[in-house]
């Protein structure tokens, strides 16, 4: 259980803190087509994001499955600039997009889990218990992530409801915000 008591700040910091940038640029560009009223789907959308980020997580640092470090700083970004590229892409948001939405965040979770499987990897000592430190892990982001997203469903709420900006142009703003800040990213990680 202590292992837990560890690696659950981590997790928030994996989200929360500065050095977590292109966690929370995607997370803004997977909440921008969201707005207050859709916080159930947001929801969903950032647990299944998690439940992707787990998984790899798990499998990386149980050596099932790894990817070479250069490419995954590579691929981080660039599933923001998919995700931002969408938002600015689609006209409206039927139901089966939404779904779509889902299977992308379960899908980009993945590639986000491999990119702290190695720092964590590093820091699992045999005394410490491998579930509960994934597990504290794991609650931790999901836990930043859930107070990210209520922040921005926030911000959100005020700059359509209260100063009356048009729903699209508030999506095309943050979308073009992850997509620019990730396209130097991406740029600076090139692997090849």
């Given at each position: 259980?202590?292992?837990?008591?560890?690696?659950?700040?981590?997790?928030?910091?994996?989200?929360?803190?500065?050095?977590?940038?292109?966690?929370?640029?995607?997370?803004?560009?997977?909440?921008?087509?969201?707005?207050?009223?859709?916080?159930?789907?947001v929801l969903i959308?950032?647990?299944?994001?998690?439940?992707?980020?787990?998984?790899?997580?798990?499998?990386?640092?149980?050596?099932?499955?790894?990817?070479?470090?250069?490419?995954?700083?590579?691929?981080?970004?660039?599933?923001?600039?998919?995700?931002?590229?969408?938002?600015?892409?689609?006209?409206?948001q039927p139901a089966?997009?939404?779904?779509?939405?889902?299977?992308?965040?379960?899908?980009?979770?993945?590639?986000?889990?491999?990119?702290?499987?190695?720092?964590?990897?590093?820091?699992?000592?045999?005394?410490?218990?491998?579930?509960?430190?994934?597990?504290?892990?794991?609650?931790?982001?999901?836990?930043?992530?859930?107070?990210?997203?209520?922040?921005?469903?926030?911000?959100?709420?005020?700059?359509?409801?209260?100063?009356?900006?048009?729903?699209?142009?508030?999506?095309?703003?943050?979308?073009?915000?992850?997509?620019?800040?990730?396209?130097?990213?991406?740029?600076?990680?090139?692997?090849?």
């Amino acid at each position: 259980m202590q292992s837990f008591f560890f690696y659950f700040p981590l997790g928030w910091e994996h989200i929360i803190s500065a050095s977590a940038l292109d966690h929370q640029l995607f997370i803004l560009a997977l909440a921008a087509i969201y707005a207050w009223q859709d916080w159930k789907q947001v929801l969903i959308l950032v647990t299944a994001f998690t439940l992707g980020h787990s998984l790899t997580l798990a499998l990386s640092v149980l050596e099932v499955f790894s990817l070479d470090s250069n490419w995954v700083e590579f691929l981080i970004p660039l599933t923001i600039v998919l995700t931002a590229t969408s938002n600015l892409l689609q006209r409206n948001q039927p139901a089966r997009k939404v779904q779509f939405n889902y299977l992308l965040a379960l899908f980009f979770g993945f590639i986000h889990g491999m990119g702290f499987a190695n720092s964590i990897r590093f820091m699992l000592s045999e005394e410490q218990q491998l579930g509960w430190g994934l597990l504290g892990f794991n609650l931790g982001l999901e836990a930043g992530q859930l107070i990210f997203v209520a922040f921005l469903l926030l911000f959100t709420y005020l700059v359509l409801d209260k100063i009356k900006l048009d729903r699209k142009k508030w999506t095309i703003s943050l979308s073009l915000t992850a997509l620019v800040s990730s396209l130097f990213m991406t740029l600076s990680r090139t692997p090849f």
